[in-house]
């Protein structure tokens, strides 16, 4: 089995594992920047890859070697395939940092995105209670499935026994991504002339001066929560209220909530919001 | 194999699925709420026992009869758990609204929370491109790990890696998640006195005037990227500087970020939050 310790244990070293990934114990304060103190001599990287091997063995796996492995996009919880992981397509997974599965139909290793580029970058991988379930939670440099959707859940079965021409296109998004494709979806009809009472949303995406009064009076609604000690389910009430006019303004600008939350890990792996404001004060 | 499909037409009836779950053509408003025109009188049920009985035809179940089933929760994104389900454990899925699986060690049909109560209200159910693998996509009543861990996925591989003596207790967080931990984190600190400058969060977590100005500045700049027109990244960037300083007033209130999206979810599957808003107006 060919894996890199090197690229172990630069994986270790990496900055961008640092904050989220990685022990606080392990993360030193160097210029302003975390840096894992993990030297990469030849004594480390055997010792990791005994590590490595003591961890292989503690997987259960079936009786066909595999486990199932479930790649999640780390920024929004998307889940975006699913395939089976043997020894060593964990192991390379752990090694390279992309997400590796074992082909059952195959017989063989094969790494997201060897033919489409679409790799998946692999942050931490998780293993659940029983130990027979594995998470490769990272990044995906492109649409995951092969059909070009953006996950490879996208056929829900209400719509199918509700409706037997349902078009069998609708991502299985959690709560945020559900309320950023309404919102996408009012856009793309306030392009169009309506008749009626046009929605809240397609008066906010047609209004910037009402649009930006209105995120200003729920920043200020969800302050006085605090201020006023208002009841807490007040809170939770204006901080959507926040978050659904503020997602109308990232709408009209083209940004995606994903690019806000690549932003806050970014931040937070390299110096972090709390150095950045701290140093500007 | 005993189906309820009264209950399934009462669950394609039910209000709570419609909005994110139901195709809009399906949803006719009446009096400011949602309705779904599924009529259950006896046609109707059987013409869905027979969709369903086709739904679980198309499933390519294993040679156990088996497919892969994901129970992930719909507002946090989380994968709570991982299963198998056999074409009982799928249909009972669909018509009890309960995540429900096939134990392979026990050879039963399972319900996740009939000897906990921590039962998984699944909303919808998606299947993948291949048509091999499930998501239950739903809210828990509870911690959905039989060690009473939020979900089964809580050692990270990246952790034991680098430390033997890592505690194994790390929830697979997206980066939404990850950020409310730190911030809790720093809350719990906050009320130990510490060395040295405190850091930016603990600063906003014991100044309530301090953590408002904030707030209201963050908005105010994040309006001003559409009213300034100023590039399209400073509005990715403010946002992720009031998401932060809004999630750190929902700490200093022990409101969860999930909770805010629950918010969400039930203003939209009720009357929205564009009816809401225009009847106000």
Redesign the interface.
């Known amino acids: 089995m060919a894996i890199s310790y090197n690229a172990?244990a630069q994986?270790?070293q990496g900055r961008s594992?640092c904050f989220?990934?990685?022990?606080k114990?392990?993360c030193i304060k160097q210029r302003s920047r975390s840096t894992?103190v993990?030297a990469s001599n030849d004594k480390n990287i055997i010792a990791?890859q005994s590590?490595?091997d003591n961890?292989l063995d503690r997987i259960k796996w079936d009786e066909k070697g595999l486990a199932?492995a479930?790649a999640?996009?780390?920024?929004?919880?998307?889940?975006l395939?699913?395939g089976f992981a043997n020894r060593e397509a964990l192991s390379t997974t752990?090694t390279s940092r992309k997400a590796t599965f074992f082909s059952r139909s195959r017989s063989t290793l094969w790494t997201k995105g060897e033919t489409s580029n679409n790799f998946i970058n692999v942050l931490?991988?998780?293993?659940?209670?029983?130990?027979d379930?594995i998470?490769y939670?990272g990044t995906p440099d492109g649409p995951t499935?092969?059909?070009g959707?953006e996950t490879?859940?996208?056929?829900?079965?209400?719509?199918?026994?509700?409706?037997?021409e349902?078009s069998g296109e609708k991502l299985?998004s959690?709560?945020?991504y559900?309320?950023e494709s309404?919102i996408s979806k009012r856009k793309e009809e306030s392009t169009v002339p309506q008749e009626g009472?046009p929605?809240?949303?397609r008066r906010l995406l047609t209004d910037?001066a009402l649009?930006?009064s209105k995120?200003?009076e729920?920043?200020?609604e969800?302050?006085r929560?605090?201020?006023d000690k208002e009841e807490?389910s007040r809170?939770?009430?204006e901080?959507?209220d926040?978050?659904?006019h503020?997602m109308v303004?990232?709408s009209?600008?083209?940004?995606k909530f994903e690019?806000?939350?690549?932003?806050?890990?970014k931040?937070?792996s390299q110096s972090g919001?709390?150095?950045?404001?701290?140093r500007s004060?």
């Open positions: 172990l994986t270790l594992t989220f990934f990685v022990p114990a392990l894992v993990f990791l590590k490595v961890l199932v479930i999640q996009n780390v920024d929004t919880g998307a889940v395939m699913q752990i931490d991988v998780y293993i659940d209670c029983d130990r379930s998470i939670l499935c092969h059909t959707a490879c859940y996208y056929t829900s079965v209400l719509d199918q026994l509700i409706d037997d349902a299985a959690t709560t945020l559900s309320l309404i009472k929605s809240w949303t910037d649009l930006c995120i200003r729920e920043a200020d969800l302050c929560t605090l201020e807490v809170t939770a009430s901080m959507a926040v978050l659904y503020a303004l990232l009209k600008r083209d940004v690019d806000v939350l690549e932003v806050l890990r931040r937070f919001i709390e150095e950045k404001q701290s004060k």
